[in-house]
């Protein structure tokens, strides 16, 4: 792709970094030149299309050579080179990392002139810590960081490992932490030599050099570099895919790359392809003769199609239960021109769910990148949205890259948590007859509400409605709950106290579940039957399993009145395990509602997704 053409370059080229202008959205390369003898360059090339290439003249004497601010020339070729166009100062919306013994930081506003941030080093290379010239770094969007990916030595210099180091602002760094070494699944004795890392489809890819020392058992990959896949949930935990096969393999004998390719390039996005920018190497990593000329290469590959599960005739996919919180689902996907993609929805309780069947899919047949699945020439799912579901696909002759929920992004980023509940001291504390009509549950300054229940499947309003109040003293935590039903005559009320073989949720009863500072994932739960009845356990399902508390000691009364049932709770806070609370502290809270009047059904205050022992899906408690 780029060649030799001009005075100024010696006769190894490789890029350093590739991006695309944030203006007329063509490509720029920054690229190294250097010899045996040479002083190494970093120069600039411009791409309308990211294929054809030009070296615009920079300076005068220089060509396309870049400089310093003082007019002298760049020299410092190992780099990586990050666009920001959120920079307040638009001087420093590029940023340089290069290398130095150490790394250094550099700042422009074109890309083409550049001035230092400093003389000293924006992370030096202390003793042991290895800071190398391969290296890749990045702005992790999703922890608001920058991060550094590098390779480091270790056991006695002669193994080759990846770290990571972080950074808030590119000026002060914490590691280098080693985080992945090459394993058996690789060729014996192989290394990393260093790593590219982006994100995509909020999964971290890396592409990882895997440089493959003489131990190799195939004498083909002895001395050669070659790329690899791998991905992670974080960045920092790494798993390989495939490692038996290259991500980009090398050049036919005789090309350019036959022998080493490797990139400082962070991947380009081009419509539905990523393009990789590379270097290649004609000669092995052990080759001690004149430098060979190498070449710039590019690698496209699909979005979110890195592998897939393929059908060679016909094969059932079955996702695991997942909360859908879209309006879509849509898929990634290559089928033969006799091939098909079929899909269905499974219900939380393992029922397809009529109109959404194989016999009603609308088949996709073709390549898509991000085809919409429909059922009846409609793919709208709004109807399920907060709901558990399970997709089951039916392939033929396909290939399935992915699928994901689409949809406005509210949909995803808005919390299903509903907003805070704040208790605060009342004035004197209720009689606790069931009644509901003491002067702390009308005291709005001190006595907080939870209401506004929802389906214990998904976010839509429960069918009757439920308000719990919360207040409290130094002693004691009271929680009143008003339950509106139509029909009163229907109450189911027939466990005792702590019964064990038949729960309150076979009652109509409200449970109240609490969570205190340092309880862990452990939880009190509170439960009120429509006759009084008292249930107490303290449970969690991460920790092992729960405990009865058969010496219930707080104090509940319930009444009714047409069209209302009422509970009303006196807790000791020494009965939840714990001191009475400090103005602002915060606990996790949920109400649920059994309800068997017209069949059972589940209301919460904070939705649980059909899943009952989710209490990390729990709102807030708030004391004042």
Not at 189 to 196: L, S, T
Not at 223 to 241: C, E, N, P
């Amino acid at each position: 792709m780029l060649a030799q053409t001009l005075d100024c370059e010696a006769n190894v080229i490789f890029p350093s970094s590739v991006l695309q202008d944030p203006e007329d959205g063509g490509y720029r390369m920054w690229y190294a030149c250097h010899s045996i003898n040479g002083v190494p360059t970093l120069h600039y090339a411009t791409s309308p299309d990211g294929l054809t290439w030009e070296k615009p003249a920079l300076q005068s004497d220089s060509g396309n050579r870049l400089s310093w601010a003082d007019g002298t020339l760049i020299s410092d070729w190992m780099c990586s080179i990050m666009y920001e166009a959120d920079e307040a100062d638009a001087s420093r919306r590029y940023k340089m990392i290069y290398y130095r013994t150490g790394y250094y930081l550099a700042y422009s506003g074109d890309g083409k002139t550049w001035t230092p941030h400093s003389d000293e080093p924006v992370w030096a290379n202390g003793s042991g810590d290895g800071l190398e010239e391969c290296f890749f770094f990045l702005r992790d969007e999703r922890l608001g960081k920058y991060r550094g990916y590098m390779r480091v030595w270790t056991n006695q210099h002669t193994v080759r490992r990846v770290s990571l180091g972080e950074s808030d602002d590119l000026t002060r760094w914490s590691g280098p932490s080693i985080i992945w070494s090459a394993g058996p699944e690789f060729d014996p004795g192989a290394q990393f030599y260093g790593m590219n890392v982006f994100i995509d489809g909020g999964v971290y890819w890396g592409l990882p050099w895997l440089f493959c020392t003489s131990e190799s058992l195939d004498p083909r990959y002895q001395q050669t570099i070659r790329l690899k896949l791998a991905f992670s949930h974080d960045g920092v935990d790494w798993q390989s895919v495939c490692p038996e096969e290259d991500a980009l393999p090398l050049g036919e004998p005789g090309t350019f790359d036959s022998e080493m390719l490797y990139t400082f390039c962070p991947v380009v996005r081009c419509g539905d392809e990523y393009r990789l920018y590379y270097s290649g190497r004609p000669t092995k990593h052990d080759y001690d003769g004149p430098k060979a000329i190498g070449g710039v290469g590019m690698a496209t590959f699909r979005r979110n199609g890195f592998v897939s599960l393929h059908a060679e005739d016909e094969g059932l996919v079955q996702t695991e239960r997942f909360l859908f919180k879209g309006n879509e689902l849509r898929i990634n996907a290559i089928t033969a021109e006799t091939g098909s993609i079929e899909a269905e929805l499974i219900a939380p309780i393992g029922d397809l769910i009529e109109g959404f069947t194989f016999a009603d899919a609308d088949p996709f047949v073709g390549d898509a990148i991000d085809q919409p699945l429909s059922w009846g020439g409609d793919s709208d799912l709004s109807p399920f949205t907060g709901q558990d579901l399970t997709l089951r696909l039916r392939l033929r002759k396909a290939d399935l890259f992915t699928f994901r929920a689409a949809g406005h992004p509210d949909l995803f980023t808005a919390s299903a948590e509903p907003p805070p509940v704040r208790s605060g001291h009342c004035l004197a504390p209720p009689v606790i007859d069931g009644n509901l009509k003491d002067q702390c549950w009308m005291d709005w300054g001190n006595s907080g509400i939870a209401e506004d229940f929802v389906q214990f499947e998904k976010i839509a309003p429960a069918k009757v409605h439920t308000r719990a109040m919360f207040t409290r003293d130094d002693e004691y935590l009271y929680i009143g709950v008003d339950c509106n039903e139509p029909f009163l005559d229907k109450l189911v009320a027939e466990r005792e106290e702590n019964e064990l073989e038949a729960n309150f949720q076979r009652d109509d009863s409200i449970e109240i579940r609490l969570n205190a500072p340092g309880q862990g994932t452990f939880f009190n739960q509170l439960c009120v039957n429509t006759a009084g009845k008292r249930f107490q356990a303290w449970f969690s399902t991460e920790e092992g399993g729960s405990r009865i508390i058969h010496d219930v000691v707080w104090q509940a009364a319930v009444s009714q009145l047409p069209g209302h049932w009422y509970a009303e709770l006196s807790v000791p806070f020494t009965a939840l395990d714990t001191s009475p609370p400090v103005s602002g502290e915060r606990w996790q809270l949920n109400i649920m509602r059994h309800r068997h009047t017209e069949g059972y059904e589940i209301s919460c205050w904070s939705c649980m997704f059909g899943r009952v022992h989710r209490n990390d899906l729990s709102g807030t408690l708030v004391f004042s």
